[in-house]
């Protein structure tokens, strides 16, 4: 009796762990990785069948994209067609700036520029 309930309780703490395991990446790819001043990006006119990782492929060429995210309605799924790309660089960001802004994907012409400072971060 005592070995059975040592199994049991052994696949309780590892489906624990799994979804513990679950929960952390879940989360992981909710947060949006920042760059430094200068270096984080905001894009208009997004396809609306892009995703994160099709909008980090298109701007990888440019630099180490530290993140990439679309933004997307919650209920019902649909992306907002903006979203922002963050470098490790300014450098990086202005180069994407210089190629992408205006460019022509899938029929729509991008508007990519340096995201807005937050308000909240200034001391004034």
Known sequence: ??????????VFLS??????ND???SEMRN??????????????????EFGDQ???????????V???KVF????SGVSKCFGFVSYDSPDAAQS??????????????LKVQLKRENKQNKPY
């Not at 997307?72 to 209920?75: E, L, N, Q, S, T």
């Not at 994407?96 to 012409?109: E, R, S, T, V, Y």
């Open 1 to 10: 009796m005592r070995l059975r309930f040592i199994s049991w309780f052994i």
């Open 15 to 20: 489906l624990c762990s799994i979804l513990v």
């Open 23 to 25: 929960y952390q990446i």
């Open 31 to 48: 947060h949006v990785v920042t760059g430094p001043g200068g270096a984080n990006l905001f894009i208009y006119h997004i396809p609306q």
């Open 54 to 64: 099709e909008l980090a492929n298109t701007f990888r060429e440019f630099g180490t």
């Open 66 to 68: 530290l993140s990439a």
């Open 72 to 75: 997307v309605d919650k209920a």
């Open 96 to 109: 994407a700036i210089k190629m992408m802004n205006g460019f022509q994907l899938d029929g729509k012409k």
